[in-house]
């Protein structure tokens, strides 16, 4: 794998990264495709010996977005009435263990990542959520990527949290 590549990733993750912690929303949706997806199946504890894990198409999903449910989630968050983020929480998000593999087309890299989300809020105790990322990113004509899918497989099995106000 070219060193440069995985220098360029991990920079545009770590940017990623600053942009949500510092509620900068919009310049953070700018970084989406128009085609997007980005989703979060719910984690079940299962037996071995069922093998179905994620990626099946009844699973539950907390979240499952488009471009357009994104940009009406940041709108929600902007607008001053999301009781839950009144005051706002501190979020700081992590990324590491990059691992990057060839997508299915010329401009395309999947990127897997383990992440840490801390959250805190008040004089609460720090919510965190923990887990891999699966990104697909796409190489834009200007050369700058762009994350066309994203799958948070969280490794809890029962939110940590009453509300996901947050972006993995």
């Not at 940017?15 to 700018?30: C, G, H, T």
């Amino acid at each position: 794998m070219n060193p440069n590549l995985q220098w360029e990733v991990e920079q545009f993750l770590y940017e990623e990264a600053r942009l949500l912690d510092e509620r900068r929303y919009d310049e953070w949706l700018a970084l989406m495709t128009e085609d997007v997806t980005y989703e979060m199946p719910l984690r079940v504890d299962r037996l071995r010996r069922d093998e179905r894990r994620y990626g099946v198409r009844d699973e539950i999903k907390l979240f499952d977005d488009d471009l357009e449910g994104l940009r009406a989630r940041v709108r929600r968050l902007k607008s001053g009435v999301a009781w839950s983020e009144d005051p706002p929480t501190r979020v700081r998000h992590l990324v590491s263990n990059v691992q990057i593999t060839p997508g299915d087309k010329i401009n395309e890299i999947v990127v897997t990542v383990a992440f840490l989300v801390c959250v805190s809020r008040m004089s609460e105790p720090a919510t965190l959520f923990y887990g891999q990322r699966r990104d697909l990113l796409r190489r834009q004509d200007g050369g700058g990527f762009r994350i066309a899918r994203r799958t948070v497989l969280g490794d809890q099995s029962v939110s940590p949290s009453n509300n996901l106000t947050v972006f993995f």
